[in-house]
């Protein structure tokens, strides 16, 4: 795959079994594309009609189960080549060794499993190998881990990966009903001074304006909230570059709902300030006890 290229849609996506078709598939998916996968081939004309008002944003998955794929694809994707002259078919392929090792890793048969893992993947490339000849993009993926192949489908489909969309969730919790499981990040703030200890406070929130202007107060808050805000940005980026597109930053204290209610603010306002799509969630701040 060369990194000149620049994928515009629509695409039929074809290759042998195990080769990565799905990792590209999801790829594009996450790059706004519409993919669907292992449609009858009779179906598949209709589907690009009835898609033609965004046809630059569909993908057709299609795979050796696929019934007429080795006797009447030539003549289907002549038809559909003729129709909408942008259409690209994309063969996946890796090299004998590579799908041999992916299928004892992953356990799973292979679609010809009526005969042995290394005939059936040599039937099938011999099988395919008229259809190969027909695409335009043949990708290898013998010496790529799944995340090259997905990083590669996003620089190839046009999209920065810095720019992803990246979703950042900041959610404050108490320690006493556990971290949030699908935290990215783990801020533990239960070193700060709290304000549970001061009777004008403890019956507040921390998203309360005197307990935020109380805890103003102290220099080492402003610059733990700070730091922990600069470790985020920092890290953001890192999360993207790894394709992930959801990121959740939790911060907890022990009952969820003074410091952690307080610094997850502050955490979730520095971010919207430097550009990112943030939402606030306070799991714990209306339900809070001290045992």
Same mark, same amino acid.
């Given at each position: ?9 629509? #695409? ?24 669907? @996968? ?9 589907? %690009? ?12 998955? &299609?795979?050796?189960? /696929? ?23 994309? %063969? ?13 890793? /992953? ?26 000849? &027909?695409?335009?993009?043949?990708? @290898?993926? /013998? ?16 999209? @920065? ?29 239960? #070193?700060?001074?709290?304000?549970? #200890? ?37 890290? &953001? ?55």
């Amino acid at each position: 795959m060369n990194s000149e290229q620049r994928l515009s849609g629509p #695409f039929v996506i074809t290759g042998l079994s195990g080769a990565g078709k799905t990792v590209l598939t999801r790829g594009l998916e996450d790059s706004g594309y519409l993919c669907i @996968d292992n449609i009858p081939l009779d179906m598949v004309g209709d589907l %690009f009609t009835r898609s033609e008002h965004d046809i630059e944003r569909l993908v057709v998955v &299609l795979d050796v189960r /696929t019934r007429g794929l080795r006797d009447i694809f030539e003549g289907v994707i002549k038809d559909l080549r003729l129709r909408f002259q942008n259409l690209r078919l994309v %063969f996946v392929e890796a090299s004998p060794e590579s799908l041999q090792r992916r299928y004892s890793i /992953t356990r799973r048969p292979h679609p010809l499993r009526a005969e042995s893992l290394a005939r059936a993947i040599a039937q099938e490339e011999e099988s395919l190998r008229h259809i190969r000849e &027909l695409a335009d993009l043949i990708v @290898d993926t /013998t010496n790529l881990s799944p995340h090259d192949l997905r990083r590669q489908v996003v620089a190839l489909a046009g999209v @920065d990966q810095e720019r992803l969309q990246l979703t950042v969730e900041v959610e404050s919790f108490s320690y006493m009903r556990g971290v949030p499981p699908t935290a990215s990040l783990v801020y533990d703030v239960r #070193f700060l001074p709290n304000p549970y #200890f001061e009777a004008d406070l403890r019956d507040l929130a921390g998203s309360d304006p005197e307990v935020s202007e109380w805890l103003d107060g102290f220099e080492e808050v402003n610059d733990t909230v700070k730091r922990m805000a600069d470790l985020a940005i920092h890290l &953001l980026p890192l999360y993207t570059r790894e394709l992930k597109v959801d990121v959740t930053v939790a911060v907890g204290c022990t009952g969820g709902r003074h410091r952690s209610v307080y610094v997850a603010e502050r955490i979730a306002t520095l971010l919207r300030d430097s550009d990112y799509d943030v939402t606030l969630h306070h799991r714990d701040r209306d339900r809070w006890r001290y045992s």
